[in-house]
């Protein structure tokens, strides 16, 4: 079925530069994009902050050296705070 759509600009030039990317028409690519949301399954797999998860996990170890440091640090009594 043929149809007429009105796209802002920036969104067409990108859905024309990802399709091509992608080796597909635009025709496939929107079609897809709408098939995608319509089952529901953008919205549901692809929550915006999972792309977040497991980011900083590579800073776990410098985050215990951290820890370990700091709670050095607060065990030692300065004498000169207790004159």
Do not use: N, Y
């Amino acid at each position: 079925m043929k149809a007429t759509v009105e796209i802002p600009d920036e969104i067409f030039r990108r859905a024309k530069s990802r399709a091509a990317e992608q080796g597909i028409s635009l025709c496939q690519f929107v079609s897809e994009a709408i098939e995608e949301k319509l089952s529901g399954s953008a919205s549901i797999d692809q929550k915006p902050w999972m792309k977040h998860v497991g980011k900083l996990k590579d800073l776990r170890e410098e985050t215990a050296r951290v820890d370990r440091f700091i709670e050095e640090a607060f065990e030692t009594i300065d004498p000169e705070l207790w004159k």
